[in-house]
């Protein structure tokens, strides 16, 4: 812990400060999980796979019933640019299509996946997903447009949460040219520590991996953000990044640092415009395990059909992180974690800031579901919530310099014109203001469904 308190930011030759203004200090609560080595859960006996697991266009079937597919078959084909195929996780047989409830509210059309008597299980997939040798030289053999095709028919989305598909911001754009590639491995969010492990102990298909997106997307600078509260991944992805392009950058521990406008002007000193994109101060940014997954794609031909998923908490028996199939049921890999404590109270898809309720245990894992986190009825107990007292706190703590209370509002009584004045949309939902909220005004929930009604 002496080691953790000594870090600072490290930003060498860099013109950020390591910090941005605003943004939270919650408990972090990562020792739950943060020293368990990545496992592998065991193979299913059924996988469920959402045709749309990704921001953008929902996939169309290219299987029917009985079809017999292979572990990493393409089983849902993009409809659109902005989208992303699926592909089976499991070597077995197509069962009927169905309809599912994503925690965060999507109904959407699934296809179920019965397990054959062969699967690639244990030590071999954990080295077939992440380990084995990963190559940073020689790399220019792949054309950018061949690294955006293979990320884009390996179904890669952002690993961090948000899942939007990957290729879309490898695709060079000439009237916005971008010179950096950011890598985020920040993982602000409390508990979470599955992009720990992997930059721990697997940053080889990282480092390959943002080589292979700054090779695209045409940045000449690459650097990995992480938060200076994970010492000994930032340790770690220096000796996998020696010898080539790919610096280490280590910014001050602060929630949110892992959102995009956060980690940019931290990192780079750029803000990007409200209504923007990071595209417009010349910087394309993604996760870790985004970045290991390219490489997967690129160098092995493989498609997005594991992650890493933290399963943590004070309600679960033994907080671990896993190499998981996707389409896996929450509650097997609960299971797998020992189940829940006699005082679980609360399934999150993701950490507690920005996650959602997991209201069925049988709903699927998806390429976007970084964690599973446990609370207690210890840790949801709060105060009963009150009228607005006026303090200014979620002004004062929002990160992108928004009116909490406005919007809030705005969003209760439909008051569309007012939500666009304050800028509605711009809001990315991390939380900051319901967390420092002394009346307990549920103001994520509130213009998180305002932003759904609003008209576009």
């Not at 992303?84 to 409830?101: F, Q």
């Not at 959102?259 to 394309?284: M, S």
Request: hydrophobic share 45%; proline share 8%.
């Amino acid at each position: 812990m002496g080691k953790l308190l000594e870090m600072t930011a490290v930003l060498t030759g860099l013109p950020g400060t390591g910090d941005f203004a605003r943004g939270v200090h919650p408990p972090e609560r990562k020792t739950l999980a943060q020293d368990a080595a990545i496992e592998v859960m065991p193979p299913p006996a059924q996988v469920v796979i959402p045709l749309l697991q990704h921001t953008g266009a929902p996939c169309e079937p290219v299987v029917k019933v009985k079809d017999e597919v292979k572990l990493g078959d393409k089983i849902g084909d993009a409809t659109g640019f902005i989208s992303a195929p699926v592909h089976a996780s499991i070597n077995g047989s197509v069962l009927m299509p169905s309809v599912t409830t994503l925690p965060n509210g999507r109904h959407v059309k699934t296809i179920p996946i019965k397990a054959g008597p062969d699967q690639l299980a244990g030590d071999a997939l954990k080295s077939e997903v992440l380990g084995g040798n990963w190559p940073t030289s020689g790399l220019e053999r792949f054309a950018p447009d061949q690294i955006a095709t293979a990320a884009r028919d390996a179904g890669l989305v952002g690993l961090g949460g948000a899942a939007f598909p990957t290729h879309v911001k490898l695709v060079r754009n000439e009237k916005r040219p971008v010179d950096t590639l950011l890598v985020n491995g920040c993982e602000c969010e409390p508990y979470l520590t599955s992009d720990y492990r992997l930059m721990l102990e697997f940053p080889g298909p990282v480092v390959t991996g943002a080589l292979l997106a700054a090779q695209a997307a045409g940045a000449k600078q690459i650097v990995v953000a992480i938060e200076d509260n994970k010492p000994a991944a930032a340790d770690a992805m220096r000796k996998a990044a020696e010898g080539t392009a790919v610096k280490i950058a280590v910014v001050h521990t602060k929630y949110p640092m892992g959102g995009e406008r956060q980690v940019i002007p931290a990192v780079l000193k750029r803000e990007v415009p409200t209504g923007g994109l990071p595209l417009d101060v010349g910087v394309v940014v993604i996760n870790v395990a985004t970045a290991a997954a390219l490489a997967r794609a690129v160098v092995r031909g493989k498609a997005l059909t594991h992650r890493v998923v933290t399963v943590t908490g004070a309600g679960i028996a033994r907080p671990k992180n896993v190499l998981v199939p996707v389409g896996i049921s929450y509650q097997e890999l609960i299971d797998f974690c020992g189940g829940l404590t006699p005082d679980a109270a609360r399934v999150i898809a993701g950490g507690p800031m920005m996650g959602f309720t997991v209201a069925d245990l049988k709903v699927p894992v998806t390429k976007g579901t970084s964690g599973v986190t446990v609370l207690t009825h210890a840790d949801l107990a709060r105060v009963d919530e009150t009228a607005c007292v006026r303090c200014g706190r979620c002004v004062d703590v929002c990160p992108l310099h928004l009116v909490p209370t406005k919007l809030a509002l705005a969003s209760k009584v439909e008051d569309w014109d007012l939500a666009k004045k304050y800028h509605l949309l711009a809001c990315c939902e991390c939380g900051c203001c319901a967390y420092t909220c002394p009346a307990a005004i549920p103001l994520v929930q509130l213009m998180r469904k305002g932003k759904a009604q609003m008209p576009r």
